[in-house]
C-alpha cells in the first residue's frame, strides 16, 4: 500500500498545550496515541508543527520548550519511530515502513529577528523546516493576514532585512522554507531571495474557495515555476465557510487537490493535510464528512485511484514530492 507522508500536523503544539513537559512518560503517551491514529490512515509519518498563534504570547521560553521536546522524542525513538533530520533518514524510513517525523515550528515571532535563535533550534531541537512568519507579522516580515502584505496596499511590505538574512541562513543551514503563513509580498520577496525550493505545506485553491489565504491559480504556478510544493489541507475553513457543512467533505476536498495539480502539474502538490481536530470544538473545526481525523486519510489515495493515474503517479503526491523538495532544501 502506497504510504501517506503529512506536510502539516500541529502534534507538537498540541502536546505542549496538554502535557507537563517535565513528565516524559505523558509526552511520550500522548506523541504515540497521535502516531497510532495516523497509522490506521495509512500516514507513515508527519512534519511535527509547534506554533504561537497570531493573538497568543510569543517568548522565547516558548523556544526552550521546542527544544526540551525535541530531545525527549529523539532520545526515545526506536523501530517504531524515527525523528529524521536528513533526507537520507527519511528516505530510509519510508522504504523501511518506520513512522518518520521532522519538526517544523510556525512563527518565529519570539527570536525578535535574532537569527540565533535559528542556529539554536537548527543544532539543538533538530528543526529542518520552520515558517518565518504566522498570520500576524514579525521582525521577519508580513504574515498572512497583515493588510500590508497584499501588493495593492497603501504601504505593501514584505520580508524585512532580517528576514532577507533568515532566508539565507535557512538556505545554508538546510531549513526547508515554509510560507504557509506568508503574506502575499513575504511570499514574493522569499521566492526572490531563497536559492533553494520552497513550500505551503498546507493550503487549497481559492478557485474553489476563496478564503482569504488559500492560493490562487497564479500564485499557485508560481511556486511551481520556482521547483516548489504545495501542500492540500482538510480544515474545514479550506474547503468551504465555516457555515457551508454540505460542503466539509471528503468530496470538496478530492475537488480542491485536483485543481492544485491540475493547476501545478503532478510534480508540485503533496497532501499537508492539516488535522487538528483535536485542538478545537465541533462547533470551531466542524467534522469534514468522510475525513474527520487522521485514521481516514487513507480514503484519499483510494479516491486519487479513481483518476486514472499511475502508481507512481500516485506516490508522487502521498510522499515522493516531499521527499524531492526535502533534499533539494536540506541537503
Known amino acids: 500500500m502506497v504510504p501517506i507522508f503529512d506536510m502539516h500536523a500541529d502534534i507538537i503544539m498540541d502536546i505542549l498545550r496538554r502535557e507537563d513537559i517535565s513528565d516524559e ?53 526506536d523501530e517504531s519511530y524515527l525523528i529524521a533530520t536528513s533526507s537520507e533518514e527519511f528516505d530510509n524510513s519510508i522504504r523501511d515502513g518506520r513512522w518518520v517525523g521532522i519538526l517544523c515550528y510556525e512563527g518565529l515571532r519570539a527570536a525578535n529577528g535574532n537569527l540565533l535563535w535559528l542556529k539554536r533550534l537548527y543544532k539543538e531541537a533538530g528543526l529542518r523546516i520552520a515558517m518565518l512568519t504566522h498570520n500576524d507579522s514579525n521582525a521577519f516580515g508580513t504574515g498572512a493576514a497583515d493588510p500590508n502584505g497584499n501588493p495593492g496596499s497603501k504601504n505593501p511590505l514584505g520580508l524585512t532585512e532580517a528576514g532577507q538574512k533568515a532566508v539565507e541562513l535557512m538556505n545554508e543551514m538546510g531549513i526547508l522554507i515554509d510560507l504557509s503563513h506568508a503574506s502575499p509580498m513575504t511570499r514574493r520577496d522569499v521566492l526572490s531571495y531563497s536559492k533553494k525550493p520552497v513550500m505551503l505545506s498546507h493550503t487549497s485553491s481559492a478557485e474553489v474557495y476563496d478564503n482569504g489565504r488559500n492560493l490562487s491559480d497564479k500564485d499557485i504556478r508560481e511556486i511551481a515555476e520556482h521547483g516548489g510544493l504545495i501542500g492540500c489541507m482538510t480544515s474545514p475553513a479550506a474547503l468551504a465557510d465555516i457555515r457551508d457543512r454540505a460542503n466539509h467533505t471528503l468530496e470538496r476536498y478530492m475537488h480542491h487537490l485536483r485543481h492544485m495539480i491540475d493547476v501545478a502539474g503532478e510534480d508540485h502538490v503533496g497532501l499537508g493535510l492539516h488535522f487538528c481536530e483535536y485542538l478545537y470544538t465541533q462547533e470551531e473545526y466542524p467534522p469534514v464528512e468522510g475525513l474527520e481525523d487522521a485514521s481516514k486519510a487513507g480514503v484519499i489515495l483510494k479516491e486519487i485511484s479513481k483518476w486514472g493515474l499511475s502508481t507512481y503517479q500516485i506516490e508522487k503526491i502521498a510522499y515522493r514530492n516531499f521527499a524531492r523538495v526535502f533534499k533539494e532544501a536540506t541537503d
Open 25 to 77: 512518560n505523558s509526552v511520550l503517551l500522548r506523541f504515540k496515541q497521535h502516531i497510532d491514529r495516523m497509522k490506521r490512515g495509512v500516514v507513515q509519518g508527519a512534519v511535527l508543527v509547534d506554533c504561537r498563534m497570531a493573538g497568543e504570547s510569543a517568548e522565547t521560553k516558548n523556544f526552550e520548550e521546542f527544544i526540551a521536546i525535541s530531545k525527549i522524542l529523539r532520545s526515545h525513538q
